[in-house]
């Protein structure tokens, strides 16, 4: 069923260009909006691309990315015959630059399938917030924005995130307001969600969406919704001195889980400490999560998973489980061409699951990422057991994974144009 919301996309988007035409008029509307400019330089001996994009019309900053992939799957026989490469993902990015106090940044995507389903393409909001900076340590965000949980802003260095990801604890995004202030060094978010993001653009019911929540679908655990969660994020830097720093934080959510047969709300919870930590080349992330969900299902219904989704697919997670995350990287001087830095990376995560007849799920990705000027590779080498995206156990890999399907194995490559 295609799905849109489009009152959302539309009412953040008018609020974003009114505060963007307020912003320029505490300033000079006139000479704000005198004119439209193309490009980052106006040395004519730059680049083509670099004198066009990206955009600026007074404080609007407009631009985006687009992606290609590669990709090879052990476990897909329509993929036995030298993968797949093909376009990914297109994005839209509009911020406020020289607006201060006022603040903000949206951001539209656009997906494809191809070998599974050719013809399948779906949209959604990726952010899209404004806000208020009081001054360089204290501001405030309304909107879609991401949820302060965890290593921020991600708690991995490859193209597949960490397994938190799949469970909507690693870059998460909501509905809701959201504090951020520093201290020193200490970091404090504080934020209140009326409710997920949206299900925008798609074939699924409730599943069209950058990040995982908790969805409706056409099954009996299907009928769950998130409504009202809160979060709680503080992390202290540790400085060593030289650059070197260690962050140590603790993250706490709570929400409501609705169900909308029986009327009744259950509840969700999790928590999680990590370090997050820089020293010379080095980057080495630890993270433990442990979490669940408690439905008001109906009666004679399971409360072992939940439902949840995202790029317009969902599947079944285990209601209640542990994850563990940890992830090394480290930065090598290669000076090979235009490429300058390469960056190595091996990031492992587990999801535990309370249930004694569930198999746990694995995740363990090798690779590297470089830069050329605007363009952004990752190479990796993603094996999974149990993991939804990296072998055949969809519906339930994350659940029961009732066949154990074993590890299975994705190379990857991913090129993207910045600007």
């Known amino acids: 069923m295609k799905t849109l919301k489009t009152p959302l996309a539309a009412a953040l988007m008018v609020a974003f260009l009114a505060a963007g035409v307020f912003a320029a008029s505490e300033q000079d509307i006139d000479s704000a909006f005198s004119g439209i400019k193309f490009g980052e330089t106006d040395d004519a001996n730059a680049s083509f691309d670099k004198q066009v994009l990206p955009i ?79 001054d360089d340590t204290k501001q405030i965000q309304v909107g879609v924005h991401q949820v302060p949980f965890g290593i921020l802003p991600y708690a991995s260095h490859n193209w597949f995130f960490q397994l938190p990801y799949y469970v909507g604890l690693e870059d998460d995004y909501d509905l809701g307001v959201k504090w951020v202030q520093d201290m020193g060094n200490t970091n404090l978010q504080l934020a209140y969600y009326y409710g997920d993001e ?94 669940g969900y408690d439905a008001e299902n109906p009666a004679g ?15 079944q997670v285990a209601a209640d489980g542990t994850m563990l995350v940890a992830g090394i990287s480290r930065d090598l001087d290669v000076n090979f061409g235009p490429i300058k830095t390469v960056t190595v990376y091996n990031d492992y995560s587990v999801l535990l699951k309370d249930k004694s007849d569930y198999n746990d799920s694995h995740q363990n990705v ?42 299975h194995t994705r190379f990857n490559v991913n090129i993207g144009y910045y600007f």
């Open 56 to 134: 600026t019309a007074g404080p609007l900053k407009i631009g985006g990315f687009v992606r290609a992939n590669y990709a090879y799957k052990s476990w897909a026989k329509d993929y036995e015959h030298g993968g797949e490469l093909a376009l990914d993902t297109i994005g839209v990015n509009v911020n406020l630059q020289g607006t201060d106090p006022i603040i903000g940044s949206f951001q539209y995507r656009y997906y494809r399938t191809h070998h599974a389903d050719p013809g399948h393409f779906y949209h959604f909001l990726h952010h899209g917030w404004l806000g208020y900076k009081f």
């Open 198 to 291: 949206g299900s925008y653009y798609g074939d699924s019911r409730d599943s069209s969406r950058y990040s995982y929540d908790v969805v409706e679908n056409d099954t009996p655990q299907g009928a769950n919704t998130e409504r009202n969660q809160v979060n709680m994020r503080l992390a202290q830097t540790l400085d060593h001195g030289d650059g070197d720093k260690t962050e140590l934080g603790l993250s706490l959510q709570y929400s409501q889980l609705h169900n909308n047969e029986t009327g009744g709300d259950g509840d969700h919870y999790a928590i999680g400490t990590h370090l997050d930590g820089y020293y010379g080349k080095w980057n080495a992330k630890l993270e433990a999560i442990r979490y």
């Open 301 to 315: 219904v399971s409360d072992d998973y939940v439902v949840m989704g995202a790029y317009d697919f969902p599947y």
């Open 366 to 407: 090798l690779g590297m990422s470089f830069s050329v000027g605007r363009f952004f590779t990752m190479v990796d080498l993603a094996m999974g057991k149990n993991q939804p995206w990296l072998d055949s156990s969809w519906t339930d890999g994350l659940s029961a994974a009732a066949d154990d399907k074993g590890w």
